[in-house]
Each structure stands twice: as C-alpha cells, then as structure tokens.
C-alpha cells in the first residue's frame, strides 16, 4: 500500500453501500481509487454479519477479495479499544454502537478521513473528518 496516499476508514454502512451499489458507492468507490483505505476488523464482522443476514455466505473470500481491491483490514488494537471506550460518553446520546465507535477510534488513531452512511456521526462533534456518503 503507498503511504503516500490520503487514508480513509470504511464504516461498515459505506462498504456495504459500495457492495450493495447502494446511493453513495461512487463516493466509496472514489475512496478505493485514490486513498489508502482501511476496515477494522470489527466494522468486517458487521459486514460478514449483515451479508449473512441477506442469506450471502462471505468471510476468507470476501476478505481475500477487499485486499485484492486495496482495502486493509484492521485488527482491532488496545489502543483502538481506549479511544473507542472514551468516545462512550460522547457518543451515547446519537446510540453509537461499538461498532461505530472501534470505525472512529481507528480513524483517530490514523488521523483519517471516515466515511459512512450514519448521519448523526456529522453532528457529535467528532475530532476528525466524517463523510456522510448519501450527502
């Protein structure tokens, strides 16, 4: 992957937007083209989970498949674990979910761009950059 290159972190609801060819996946497919583009492994099992839930197997071969297409997925750090924890109290009243914060600590920790489909990440106040994808 070039370091060189803007870095951007997948939400959950963005990959699934760009899989799903969903409004916003010319946004997420802009962000595969010209950003390094990172997952964190428990944004990847919202993916797997969500896909099961429409009755479509994935797992090795769909992580198998974003690598090929540039996406890095993530292992969830104790780091990211402590910014995700801290973000709690901020992010409580919008109903936050683990999820949705383990996408923004890995965001911080990167000092990325993230994108998603989750309107109320625009309005916590949030220490970096968030990209409503439908918007």
Known sequence: MSED????????SALL??????????????????DRCLLSAVNFSEVIAKLADYGVEAGPQLAASLESIGVEIVPFSQEHGWLAGALRQQTRVAGLSLGDRA????????????????KAWLSLG????????RQ
Request: proline letters at 6%; hydrophobic letters at 50%; one cysteine or more.
């Open 5 to 12: 290159k803007p870095i951007c972190v997948l939400d959950a």
């Open 17 to 34: 937007a760009w899989l799903q060819r969903e409004p916003g996946a010319d946004k997420v497919e802009h962000a595969l083209l010209a």
């Open 103 to 118: 996408c923004i600590a890995l965001a911080q920790a990167q000092q990325a761009t993230v994108l998603t489909t989750d």
């Open 126 to 133: 949030l220490p970096l950059v968030c990209v409503d994808i």
